[in-house]
């Protein structure tokens, strides 16, 4: 799903009651999204559920939340809660599909750079750490244009190994200009929005 880019908090207390009670009370509708073998399917994201919603695998979770999209087609909104009701908290999202591109390129980068393997699912401190170099890269880039940002300002002292990969990197000059304003949004935004959180971060 490279169209749009969404970030995902879970909590998994709530799920092993609402989420779990919903696809027991709805099977036959969730099983349309299940195919093939949709009833054995069922049966192992509910044992999922009911241990940790964060046992589902990435397709898993992509049926779940196709499945509340479905059910809601015309109000994006009510989808979100519904979802949060449900022990899933959809906090984020990149919908435009350059910019998915371009911020799965830097993290595959930051990937190589830190030989640090960031899975769909992944420790918040771990999903910090790549943010922070985000928020360094957009920086460099953009102060070559005559802005600054204060946050890496903020951050620099505290992190000067990911400041220097950013530096490096930045030489390389592997990101399009014109894509780095909304690029540093974007790592601004999830680094506020995640930096106190001690739980795992999905990206769907």
């Not at 830190?114 to 899975?119: A, G, I, K, M």
């Not at 920086?139 to 890496?152: H, T």
Request: hydrophobic share 35%.
């Amino acid at each position: 799903m490279t169209e749009e880019l969404y970030f995902i908090k879970t909590n998994p207390n709530i799920a092993k009651i609402n989420l779990y009670n919903k696809l027991c009370r709805e099977e036959e509708n969730f099983q349309k999204f299940l195919q093939p073998d949709a009833k054995i399917n069922l049966e192992i994201i509910k044992d999922k559920v009911k241990d940790s919603v964060e046992e589902l695998t990435r397709e898993e979770l992509f049926n779940i939340f196709l499945w509340f999209s479905k059910a809601y087609p015309s109000n994006h909104e009510e989808i979100r809660t519904q979802l949060f009701i449900n022990g899933i908290d959809l906090f984020y999202e990149i919908q435009s599909p350059q910019h998915t591109e371009t911020f799965l390129k830097v993290l595959s980068e930051y990937e190589k750079l830190s030989q640090e393997n960031l899975n769909y699912i992944v420790n918040a401190q771990n999903f910090n750490q790549f943010l922070i170099y985000g928020i360094f890269l957009t920086e460099i880039i953009s102060r070559e244009e005559g802005k600054e940002n204060i946050l890496s300002d903020y951050l620099k002292p505290d992190y000067p190994s990911l400041y220097a990969l950013a530096e490096h990197q930045s030489e390389l000059k592997s990101l399009d200009e014109k894509d780095n304003t909304d690029l540093q949004k974007y790592f601004n935004d999830l680094y506020d929005l995640t930096k106190f959180y001690k739980g795992s971060i999905i990206q769907l």
